[in-house]
């Protein structure tokens, strides 16, 4: 089985920054893409930013420039380094990712169980 777990959440001050790890354990051959989603209440789950196992990169058009996602691959883990934070990057933010248990089988996705970032004053 394949567990997802965030860390590094909690409340920030408008302009402050926060880094979000996430790490991957069970069994694992290899993961693909992982990224960062995020959840506000009465709001759909959104892509923030993603990574492929090649290290390329893509983000939602309001956290470009302010938040980098990045991975180590030997621990299997994904983190999101955010700064110049604003309240409207309050949400639930959700780790994912595309994993292979084997060599030859297809990859499945899996998600955390989120971490709470709140961004006021």
């Known amino acids: 089985q394949v567990q997802l777990v965030e860390s590094g959440g909690g409340l920030v001050q408008p302009g402050g920054s926060l880094r979000l790890s996430c790490a991957a354990s069970g069994r694992i051959f290899s993961i693909d893409a992982m990224g960062w989603y995020r959840q506000t209440p009465g709001k759909q789950r959104e892509l923030v930013a993603v990574?492929?196992?090649?290290?390329?990169?893509n983000y939602v058009d309001s956290v470009k420039g302010r938040f980098t996602i990045s991975r180590d691959n030997a621990k299997n883990m994904v983190y999101l380094q955010m700064s110049s934070l604003k309240p409207e990057d309050t949400a639930v933010y959700y780790c994912?990712?595309?994993?292979?248990?084997?060599?030859?089988?297809?990859?499945?996705?899996?998600w955390g169980q989120g971490t709470q970032v709140t961004v006021s004053s």
């Open positions: 994912n990712a595309n994993v292979r248990r084997t060599q030859l089988g297809r990859a499945m996705g899996y």
């Open positions: 990574i492929t196992s090649s290290s390329s990169t």
